[in-house]
Every structure is written in C-alpha cells, then in structure tokens.
C-alpha cells in the first residue's frame, strides 16, 4: 500500500493574508514560511495535563442464567446446555472480568473529574490515570443516566491543574474545536474540527443538549473535554453517528453550561434535583400556529396538566409557552432543560399566549421524579429460554408529563436495555413506551412479563410510543 503525501497543507487558521503571502514567496522563488499553528500547539500543551484515562473494570459475573450466550462450543453437551441449562449440581462457567476505557477530564484542583455514565456504569472499580501516567482509584461521587454525566473524586495528595468551563451558549457553528481523550486506548490522542451545529436532539433524553462536530471522535473518546480555541470546555464527547462504527465526522458532546450545572448537582449530594413543571407540551407547527392565532411556529404548547403539579391551576391546555424565567422557549424541546436546570422550590416566571393575550404567569417549581426512580426490578422474562433483556417501568403521571405522554397513554417504560439483546437488535431505546406485545396489552411490567411468557409467535409483534408516534418492531423471543 502506498501513502501519497501533501506536497503542500493549509491549516484551518491560516488567514487570506497568509496564504497570500505564501504565493508570494512561491512566485519569487524565496524560502516558504513556516505555517505552524503555534496556537494551537500551545493550547494542546496547556490542556493536555488536564485530560484523563478512565478505567472501569466489572468483575466476573455470577453464574448466568439458562439462555444465555455461553462458551460451550467444545463441550460435548454444549448446544443442550445452551438452551436448557445444566443439570443440578453443574455450575455453568462464570464470564470472567471485563475492563472498559474511557475519558475525562480535571474539574478543579480537588480531584474531581467529570466523565460519562456509561463509561462507569456497573463497575466494580474505577481508576483514573493521569497525563504523567499516575493512577489513583476513583470514588463515584455520583451519575446521571438522563445527561450521560458522571463525577469522579480521586485523591491524589496535591492540587491537579483543571480545564475552565466555557459558555456552551455562545459557541458558534463553524467554530474550531479540539477533541483530546483515549480512543481505543491511544491516551492523549488530539483531533480537531469545528462545531458542525448546536442544539442537537439525539434521542437521549429531554435534559441532554448536544454540539455536534466532525472532529473524530472513536470508542474511548467517551467523556473526554471538547474545547473552544480558548482552552475552555464547551462540551463532553458522549456519542457518534456511524454505521461502521469508527468514526464518520458525526460526534456529539454534552453541552457545558448542562455540564455544569449536573456536576455541581452531584458533588452536592451525590444526585440531581430537577425542577418539574408538570405539563404536556408539543411543538407548535405551522398549521397550529395559523390555528392558535400566532404569527410564527415558536414555543412549547401545552396539551394536559397533570393535577396536583406545579402547574395545576396556573397553567391550562392550549396555552403556548413563550419564555421561562426571561429565557425564550422558541421550540418544545427548549422547555424540559430550562425547567429542568432550575432550582427546586424556586419561583419562576413564565411568559404564555392564553387566547390571544401575552400573560406573565408565576409558580413554583417542584421536584421531578423521574421514572427510573419508579422502576422495579428488571423483567425476567423468557420464553422459550431467551430474555426480551430490556429494564422497565411503570409509566407514571411525572413520566407522562416529561415525556410529553398524552393521559390516555398506557404501557412501561423502557428505562435500560442489555447490549446485543433481543430488544436492543429490534431497534428498541431507552424511553420507548412498550404498548402491547402480541395480542396483550402491556400496561405494567408484570403485564410484559406475563405478554412474553404466554406469546407463542416468534418473532413478536411488539407496539411502541417513540416520542408520540406509536411504531410496530418484530422482536426475536425465542
């Protein structure tokens, strides 16, 4: 294989004015300035000390249950023990441990260190290791599964140089960016790129706000900094768009104000408080706007109140939210952050559209309980001795509102899923609402359990509620 090289490369910096001297020296024959980024060099020096490698190792799992997905492909009785289990008195082998790698970076010199849940969620141990390749064991201050963020504490007997977080609000698309982490375990790997759009709704939740960028951003980039060309935090790496799996230009990182505000949450207790209004909202399209009487398709319309909220008797169905607390609301997914973010019993101000008139409504915020606080034990559930593999939970009045549920709605919503299971292969996610499976309806996760164990068609028909939109997939149980 042969590598063709550049004879010539422009960084991104370089100016018109530069570049114009360049020609110029190339037109007289002269000797070609250098074009080095010196900035940019700096910068990455400047940060790079502030950049971490996250270990989260999981000890060997118990014996698993029948079903699963064992090593027995030498064993005589293999394929038997597979499906059925072993007899009494035979211990199936144990999955021996695993470790996974991730990144993050120094939150102040305390040794606080800001990752992403999933890069620690089910460890046993975390180790962080430092830019001098120092390694410390970590405590898990504390996770957010609904922002994929999560606060390490490390103790490491001195102050540790920590990044300044930027305003994520005033970064602007077509910014540069540089993206320092671990991926597939190269420590200190720098990309750059620039902010290829803000705002970005990914399916992860109605709290999370992503950047995305076209920096590269590979397995165990997650939870490493995403910085300005100031040298300030702007976001976390947290997720890519790829059908191969590698990186494809399509990286997307947890905003900073989001940031922190969750980490400060965290160190304070160990959980996050959210503000809850309690309110069913949708986006307010063209034809809804023509029919409510505004002049354009902006703000968050309210479709139900859940009584007892915060917002029973103060808000009611049809009012169009424009602004909370002096920030607009220009589409419904600005609401659940800007709420969410505000200090539990805090009064708070709302600007809403009520039959033509601009009213100033005052309430106070409440507690959200979100709905994996309602969850119960994961749905062991098998037929024909294959687990549907997903964790469910009843879908409460909260959830509803949140999610912007109608009432009528009823099922369990899915609040985890196994990777490589039946559900996660079928397409389904986190916060789908599971309707019916076959011909039962699924209204609680006894009901699932029960749906699955009585359903005799391979694959099942299962319906879903994805974001308002009832959906059918045909998931393999058996």
């Given at each position: 294989m042969?590598?063709?090289?550049?004879?010539?490369?422009?960084?991104?910096?370089?100016?018109w004015a530069g570049a114009s001297a360049l020609g110029a020296a190339l037109l007289a024959g002269t000797a070609i300035p250098a074009l080095a980024d010196e900035a940019l060099a700096d910068l990455v020096e400047n940060v790079s000390p502030s950049v971490v490698t996250i270990i989260a190792k999981q000890d060997?799992?118990?014996?698993p249950a029948q079903g699963q997905d064992f090593n027995l492909d030498n064993h005589p009785f293999g394929e038997f023990f597979k499906r059925f289990g072993g007899p009494e008195g035979f211990k199936m082998p144990e999955r021996g441990p695993s470790q996974g790698l991730g990144s993050g970076f120094v939150l102040d010199a305390d040794g606080y260190i800001v990752t992403n849940h999933h890069v620690v969620e089910n460890a046993s141990t975390v180790t962080v290791r430092l830019s001098d390749d120092r390694s410390f064991d970590a405590e898990v201050?504390?996770?957010?599964?609904?922002?994929?963020?999560?606060?390490?504490r490390i103790d490491a007997g001195e102050d540790l140089q920590a990044v300044d977080l930027g305003d994520s609000d005033h970064i602007r698309v077509g910014e540069d960016v540089v993206a320092i982490g671990n991926p597939?375990?190269?420590?200190?790997?720098?990309?750059t790129g620039i902010v290829s759009a803000k705002g970005r709704n990914i399916s992860e939740g109605p709290y999370a706000e992503f950047i995305q960028t076209d920096a590269a951003i590979n397995k165990g980039n997650s939870g490493g900094p995403l910085f300005n060309m100031e040298g300030e935090v702007v976001g976390v790496n947290s997720a890519i768009y790829s059908p191969s799996g590698g990186s494809v230009g399509l990286g997307f990182a947890v905003t900073s104000n989001i940031v922190e505000h969750i980490a400060a949450d965290l160190r304070d207790d160990g959980q996050?408080?959210?503000?809850?209004?309690?309110?069913?909202?949708?986006?307010?399209?063209?034809?809804?706007?023509?029919?409510?009487?505004?002049?354009?398709?902006t703000g968050a319309l309210v479709s139900d109140v859940v009584p007892g909220s915060p917002a029973d008797g103060v808000l009611k169905q049809g009012d169009v939210i424009l602004s909370?607390?002096?920030?607009?609301?220009?589409?419904s997914s600005d609401l659940p952050i800007l709420v969410g973010t505000t200090r539990v019993g805090s009064d708070s101000v709302?600007?809403?559209?009520?039959?033509?008139?601009?009213?100033?409504?005052?309430?106070?915020?409440?507690?959200?309980?979100?709905a994996s606080a309602d969850a119960q034990d994961p749905v062991d559930a098998k037929v024909s001795d294959t687990a549907l593999g997903v964790t469910v939970a009843p879908l409460t009045d909260a959830a509803r509102a949140e999610m912007g549920a109608p009432e009528t709605l009823d099922g369990v919503v899915v609040t985890s899923l196994e990777p490589e299971s039946p559900a996660a292969k079928?397409?389904?996610?986190?916060g789908d609402v599971i309707v019916r499976l076959g011909a039962l309806e699924t209204a609680t996760p006894e009901a699932l359990k029960a749906a699955l164990q009585s359903e005799k068609t391979d694959p099942a028909l299962v319906l879903i509620n994805r974001g308002g939109n009832q959906i059918f997939v045909a998931v393999e149980i058996a």
């Open positions: 042969s590598i063709r090289k550049s004879s010539l490369l422009f960084p991104r910096t370089t100016s060997a799992q118990p014996t201050v504390g996770t957010d599964p609904l922002t994929d963020i999560a606060l390490l597939f375990g190269l420590s200190s790997t720098v990309t996050v408080s959210r503000g809850w209004l309690g309110v069913s909202i949708q986006n307010v399209s063209p034809e809804l706007a023509s029919a409510i009487g505004i002049d354009a398709a909370f607390n002096d920030q607009s609301v220009d589409n709302l600007t809403v559209l009520r039959d033509g008139n601009t009213q100033q409504l005052e309430l106070t915020i409440g507690q959200f309980q979100s079928a397409g389904l996610q986190r």
